[in-house]
Nanobody
Framework: QLDLVESGGGLVQSGGSLRLSCAIS????????IGWFRQAPGKEREGVSC?????????NYAPSVQGRFTISRDNANNMVTLDMNSLKPEDTAVYYC????????????????????WGQGTQVTVSS
């Protein structure tokens, strides 16, 4: 059974930084894209960033986080990291990592319908 566990969330002031980690166990995920999503209270879940399989040479970002967030992967340790800089109050949400359901995707998707295994989420709160 594949298991994804997010960590690194917390409370930070506007303009601050956080690093989220997604630890994956139960299966090798080198052949799958991994995505980060977030859901704020009263809002739908949205795709934040994703990284393709293998060396993670292709990444994708939502326009709202482009230039501020950086995704990376460490296949040897089954870990995917999301570095978040210049955080804004509107970044406040529960952040989830997930595995894309189809292996060897050329370009990862920010659509949550394409992801099958999800973590429990980690809360990120940015104060103004």
């Amino acid at each position: 059974q594949l298991d994804l566990v997010e960590s690194g969330g917390g409370l930070v002031q506007s303009g601050g930084s956080l690093r989220l980690s997604c630890a994956i166990s139960g299966s090798t995920v080198e052949n799958y894209a991994i995505g980060w999503f977030r859901q704020a209270p009263g809002k739908e879940r949205e795709g934040v960033s994703c990284i393709n399989d293998g060396d993670g040479s292709m990444t994708n970002y939502a326009p709202s986080v482009q230039g501020r967030f950086t995704i990376s992967r460490d296949n040897a340790n089954n870990m995917v990291t999301l570095d978040m800089n210049s955080l804004k109050p509107e970044d406040t949400a529960v952040y989830y990592c997930a595995r894309e359901w189809y292996p060897y995707s050329v370009v990862c998707s920010l659509s949550d319908g394409r992801y099958d295994f999800w973590g429990q989420g980690t809360q990120v709160t940015v104060s103004s």
